[in-house]
T-cell receptor, first 114, second 115 residues
Framework: NAGVMQNPRHLVRRRGQEARLRCSPM?????VYWYRQLPEEGLKFMVY????????ESGMPKERFSAEFPKEGPSILRIQQVVRGDSAAYFC????????????FGSGTRLTVV | GQSLEQPSEVTAVEGAIVQINCTYQ??????LSWYQQHDGGAPTFLSY????GLEETGRFSSFLSRSDSYGYLLLQELQMKDSASYFC????????????????FGAGTRLAVHP
């Protein structure tokens, strides 16, 4: 069982570029959650997706951020026209259903905007 | 709104016992969970309490009192490798779109274990 796989582990982007973060959930998991963590802070909820559906995007900034979880392939978190404030660790988690008692997290993508 | 409070830092020595408290305010409470995160690492699930009382898993135990909106994580026989950040997280039941459990995290407690 490979666990939740995220790539890349580290991503450096210049201001104005696009960042694409990928997440493959654990085998058998069809529920994906994205969280953002700033240094020395807790994890902040961004979005919850099921296959081909965005269920809750209440934590996503309205501009520049989007997420998808297609029928085939990984979930993608996309940040357009990145700014320095987007620098953070982005974690993906997955679960088997909507009554999950605990999430399994991936190792995260550390995004640095220069 | 929803909020969780936990101490920002705790220091202890090897072999000791430490308790990390967490108080919360939320609607749609479903349970309280705890995660461990080492520097640069992923959050790792430790335990979950849906009902009042104590849950024990090896050296770690977690407690919940729903009437007091309070829980704690108890770490016994501390080891150097337990130095990490510990997060409490409230699972809240979101009722739209068919419903799901949403995890809201506290800011974390940094535990430093010294020889």
């Amino acid at each position: 069982n490979a666990g939740v796989m995220q790539n890349p582990r580290h991503l450096v982007r210049r201001r104005g570029q696009e960042a694409r973060l990928r997440c493959s959930p654990m085998k058998g998991h069809s529920h994906v959650y994205w969280y953002r963590q700033l240094p020395e802070e807790g994890l902040k909820f961004m979005v919850y997706l099921q296959k081909e559906n965005i269920i809750d995007e209440s934590g996503m900034p309205k501009e520049r951020f989007s997420a998808e979880f297609p029928k085939e392939g990984p979930s993608i978190l996309r940040i357009q026209q990145v700014v320095r404030g987007d620098s953070a660790a982005y974690f993906c988690a997955s679960s088997t259903g909507d009554r999950a008692l605990g999430y399994t997290f991936g190792s995260g993508t550390r995004l640095t905007v220069v | 709104g929803q909020s969780l409070e936990q101490p920002s830092e705790v220091t202890a020595v090897e072999g000791a016992i430490v308790q990390i408290n967490c108080t919360y305010q939320t609607s749609g409470f479903y349970g309280l969970s705890w995660y461990q995160q080492h520097d640069g690492g992923a959050p790792t699930f430790l335990s979950y309490n849906a009902l009042d009382g104590l849950e024990e898993t090896g050296r770690f135990s977690s407690f919940l009192s729903r009437s007091d909106s309070y829980g704690y994580l108890l770490l016994q026989e501390l080891q150097m490798k337990d130095s990490a950040s510990y997060f409490c997280a409230v699972a809240t039941r979101v009722t739209f779109s068919g419903g799901y459990n949403k995890l809201i995290f506290g800011a974390g407690t940094r535990l430093a274990v010294h020889p």
